[in-house]
């Protein structure tokens, strides 16, 4: 039996999330004294889903809890905050961060740009299952378990957050619904060993020269991408009216209801026709999932609003009103830690270097043979690796102007990300001990 919560009002309990949202964003803005070496330690992202946590485990507030009904029978409760920031806010979110995405101007950044990009990717997808596959030999009990506690279904969330970003990472833990008790860890290994690689790019960017030198590449084509990219920026940027802010909302949510009509028809046309797809054991089960469907519908619209005016809301702040939900998503699955189960894995977290590794070493190799820019690996890298949300800090440390640049590319992976982690994870359930 759970006990009950201090708050059980949903209402006070967003209120109070929406709280530590805003302290943490508002302590991680500021640039000098305590707060700025406190979140050199523990990353900002770390932190929103770390605070809820701590509410959670000291049952101030719970994701679910057990009541005595007045019949003596034993009543469960669960807040819809999770439920209605993944089915609402999750795919709007979706929808208005990669509205903004320009295909025919990815292609332009040139080839050696989205190699780069795509060998990330491919590292990310390729690193999974060797991880796996190398650990076992020494440590099988760590990428083991079974069902819903099976640790490749763990491991789905990383490969979302690493392809795509928060909104793909949370998909997956949907979709492979793996045991939330133990995400913790998850979330640990993913935040920790994505930061330690983030540190060694900003160190190389300080000898940059010297790796582009190794590289021999030939660094024309980023100068022209600094004239692109200011020219592109310029045309879009405006202050947003409330007419701006109230499409940008419309666009958003027309999407997710029609993302849950999609979703709703397709998975059960599936499931009315095909068994393998009522099976939960089976890889195939995904494709019956609504929750699927929902995050694909959704994705798909946002790339066919690209190549209509509608793109032009990026301008206003669609990309982050889209990143306001994503934040919101990950607070309430923050409620959901087990802070004691963080470290009870403490293998996994050589999983993720290990993994890490992989991804490092493919971008480097591919870097050498078709002599890429640094600044191509480095972005290229953090568009999968952090997505939205690091790949503008890795460009514009390069030069400002080149913000952009990593926010094209992020983009791209919240299309990617989904997808490319559900292959990623079929390949760690082969990998996977028995």
């Not at 190389?204 to 920026?233: F, H, P, Q």
């Not at 480097?364 to 043979?369: H, L, P, T």
């Not at 390069?398 to 982690?421: C, D, E, K, N, R």
Request: net charge neutral.
């Amino acid at each position: 039996m759970i006990n009950r919560p201090f708050i059980t009002d949903d209402t006070i309990v967003f209120g109070l999330l929406m709280l530590l949202l805003a302290f943490v964003f508002y302590t991680s803005s500021i640039k000098d004294g305590f707060w700025k070496k406190f979140y050199i330690i523990f990353p900002s992202l770390l932190m929103c889903y770390l605070l809820p946590s701590i509410f959670s485990s000291l049952n101030i507030i719970s994701p679910e809890w057990s009541e005595m009904g007045e019949n003596g029978e034993i009543i469960t409760q669960k807040s819809s905050i999770y439920f209605i920031a993944s089915r609402y806010l999750l795919p709007a979110a979706l929808v208005l961060m990669t509205l903004s995405i320009d295909l025919k101007a990815m292609f332009k950044l040139g080839p050696k740009a989205l190699i780069m990009f795509f060998t990330g990717t491919v590292g990310v997808i390729i690193g999974a299952p060797l991880a796996v596959l190398i650990m076992s030999i020494f440590s099988p009990e760590t990428v083991g378990g079974a069902g819903f506690d099976a640790v490749w279904r763990g491991l789905s969330t990383i490969a979302g957050s690493w392809i795509g970003g928060g909104a793909n990472q949370a998909a997956m833990l949907e979709v492979f619904q793996y045991n939330q008790e133990k995400y913790g860890a998850m979330v640990l290994v993913d935040i920790v060993v994505a930061n330690i690689w983030m540190a060694i790019l900003l160190f190389g960017i300080g000898r940059k020269e010297k790796i582009d030198k190794w590289l021999k590449a030939d660094n024309r084509s980023i100068d022209e991408l600094k004239e692109k990219v200011t020219a592109y920026s310029s045309t879009v940027t405006r202050n947003p009216s409330l007419t701006d802010l109230m499409v940008i909302l419309g666009i958003a949510f027309t999407a997710v209801g029609l993302s849950h009509w999609g979703s709703n028809s397709i998975s059960d046309l599936l499931k009315a026709n095909f068994t393998i797809v009522n099976d939960p054991t089976s890889f195939a089960s995904t494709f019956g999932d609504r929750f699927f469907w929902m995050v694909t519908i959704a994705t798909a619209l946002g790339i066919l609003f690209s190549f209509t005016k509608l793109k032009e809301y990026e301008g206003a702040g669609a990309s982050k009103i889209g990143s306001v939900f994503i934040y919101i998503l990950v607070a309430s699955i923050g409620m959901k830690m087990d802070l004691g189960s963080v470290m009870s894995n403490p293998g996994l977290l050589v999983v993720g270097l290990i993994w890490m590794s992989i991804h490092v070493l493919l971008l480097v190799i591919v870097a050498k043979i078709i002599k890429a820019p640094y600044f191509f690996l480095a972005v290229g890298s953090k568009a999968n690796i952090g997505g939205a949300a690091s790949a503008p800090i890795i460009a514009s440390a390069f030069h400002p102007s080149l913000a952009s640049v990593g926010v094209l590319l992020a983009v791209f992976g919240y299309v990617i990300g989904t997808y490319g982690a559900l292959l990623a994870t079929f390949l760690m359930e082969i990998a996977a001990p028995k």
